[in-house]
């Protein structure tokens, strides 16, 4: 597995936040073992796994090669691991060049690890998800922040995926046959995120049952993680820190 060569590197890539080893390797147990098209907005471990997964894999991300040893891009670049022909580099802040790319094509993963901060990861996905097949998969990584978990949460209940696993605070979704949710439109009364948070006696109100409580860690640091990958009840955050009722 590459996730097993990757254990033998010397270095990792910007040491915060990155993927975990061991994240790379469930993601490669579950992900399919052939790809034609993925992306992913990031730089590091999951750009070698991607690169060697799929023909085609492009990577929005920061243009870090002037830190040397430091530098997310070189250590792909220079990793005997890396697929380097098959990787297309749109080096620049996501927030600039996502939304004047014009060769978007039909993807089988995306991963979504950009900048962290709100709502940063919100216009990485606005201009992602149109592209992902019926069938393919969305990875959202570091869900224990809490604008992100908030996001986790509202992917799990959409009608356009399901959540696959969760493995430590990176969450695997696949994308359904339901209907593109038109990214000009409005129409977040038909959403069911909102239908299951709005009034009672509001005319878009679900009362299925299947609402999931919201809950925001006061001490992350000072809590571990549930590992476990099987869907509970209660908010993607309750489940990470283990405060599902």
Not at 110 to 115: A, F, M, N, R, S
Request: aromatic share 12%; glycine share 8%.
């Amino acid at each position: 597995m590459i996730a097993d060569e990757l254990d033998r590197l010397p270095r990792s890539p910007h040491h915060a936040g990155t993927l975990s080893t061991s994240t790379i390797r469930r993601l490669e147990e579950l992900l399919p073992s052939h790809m034609t098209r993925t992306a992913e907005t990031g730089c590091g471990k999951s750009t070698i796994l991607f690169s060697n997964l799929s023909e085609a894999h492009t990577a929005f991300c920061l243009d870090d090669r002037e830190y040397g040893e430091d530098s997310s891009v070189l250590f792909f670049e220079e990793s005997g691991l890396s697929r380097v022909d098959r990787v297309e580099f749109v080096f620049g802040p996501t927030q600039k060049t996502l939304p004047v790319y014009d060769r978007f094509a039909t993807y089988d993963a995306v991963l979504i690890d950009g900048p962290h901060g709100f709502p940063f990861p919100e216009l990485e996905y606005y201009f992602l998800y149109p592209h992902i097949r019926e069938g393919g998969h969305l990875i959202l990584d570091d869900i224990h922040i809490p604008t992100i978990g908030r996001m986790a949460d509202f992917l799990q209940e959409d009608d356009m995926f399901v959540l696959e696993e969760r493995i430590g605070t990176t969450a695997l979704f696949r994308r359904t046959s339901a209907k593109t949710f038109d990214p000009f439109g409005d129409g977040w009364w038909t959403q069911k995120y909102n239908q299951r948070r709005v009034p009672p006696d509001h005319e878009f109100y679900l009362g299925d049952g299947k609402k999931m409580e919201s809950a925001y860690p006061s001490d992350p640091a000072a809590k571990a993680y549930n590992h476990s990958g099987a869907p509970k009840p209660g908010s993607m955050l309750d489940r990470i820190l283990g405060r599902s009722k």
